[in-house]
């Protein structure tokens, strides 16, 4: 059974004919894609696919040039006032302790769910230290944390272990898939590692050419997934899909833009 139609806390994400220009560089064309409530999708493709930019658009850092992105709750309401983003930079504040980075925010802070959240990554005794003395993995845990505190409907995941040593990447890897099985958010990967893409996705997308090119499901148990042979061989389609498509396009000539229509859908607010 796919882990996404188990009971969800996460919400509904829709791109309908979303389209983003900068000038007259045309970076997303015409995105149709839909992410079910407590879904984790993974988004891969080459540098300067149109990957990131999805997030940015998500999370209200970029505009749409055209078309509609909706975030919604299981009852139909605009949803994306939950929507957090885990960049590939933890970005703390090194004057801050750990409990306050966490506890960052317009509100009050609630400490006391500070705690708890930080002991659910597992530095419930680091929480009076601050950023400078914590190796890069609990960094990247703390971050985790402050994107928790709020208890996200959606959570972006923009290279979140790219800056990671190999071991530590494995276990920030399966923090992420823990938090995630047990909030029930819904999850979007951004990721240049396909094996990483396939072993935490139930559906990866590659991104070329700013469109989506192709979907992979996954549908290989989580409890199966490490040492897979077929988990291996969804993450070698993707990987030759991709190759394929830089082929391809090697021999084409460039695309005129399309005209950048003017779009009145709102920005997501920010969940940083």
Not at 160 to 185: N, S
């Amino acid at each position: 059974m796919n882990n996404s139609s188990r009971t969800s806390g996460g919400a509904l994400v829709r791109f309908e004919r979303l389209e983003k220009s900068f000038g007259q560089r045309s970076v997303l064309r015409g995105i149709d894609l839909s992410i079910e409530p407590g879904q984790f999708v993974a988004v891969v493709g080459r540098s300067g696919s149109g990957k990131s930019t999805l997030l940015r658009l998500l999370c209200g850092l970029e505009q749409p040039s055209a078309g509609l992105l909706l975030v919604l709750d299981a009852s139909g309401a605009d949803a994306r006032s939950g929507v957090r983003v885990v960049f590939q930079e933890p970005r703390l504040l090194p004057w801050q302790s750990v409990l306050d980075n966490v506890c960052i925010g317009p509100q009050k802070p609630d400490r006391e769910r500070g705690l708890r959240v930080l002991d659910s990554v597992g530095l419930s005794d680091r929480v009076h230290e601050y950023p400078g003395v914590l190796s890069g993995g609990q960094r990247q845990r703390v971050a985790l944390a402050r994107a928790l505190m709020h208890q996200p409907s959606v959570m972006l995941l923009d290279e979140p272990f790219g800056a990671l040593d190999a071991l530590t990447r494995i276990e920030a890897q399966r923090l992420v898939e823990q938090l995630w099985l047990e909030h029930r958010f819904t999850a979007l990967l951004v990721t240049h590692d396909v094996s990483e893409a396939v072993l935490l996705a139930d559906r990866v997308l590659l991104i070329d050419q700013g469109r989506i090119a192709e979907q992979f499901e996954v549908n290989v148990p989580r409890a199966e997934r490490r040492g897979s042979a077929e988990l291996a061989k969804i993450a070698a389609s993707v990987l030759d899909r991709i190759f394929d498509a830089s082929s391809s396009n090697a021999f084409q000539t460039p695309e005129s833009v399309p005209p950048t229509l003017i779009s009145d859908t709102k920005a997501v607010p920010a969940g940083t």
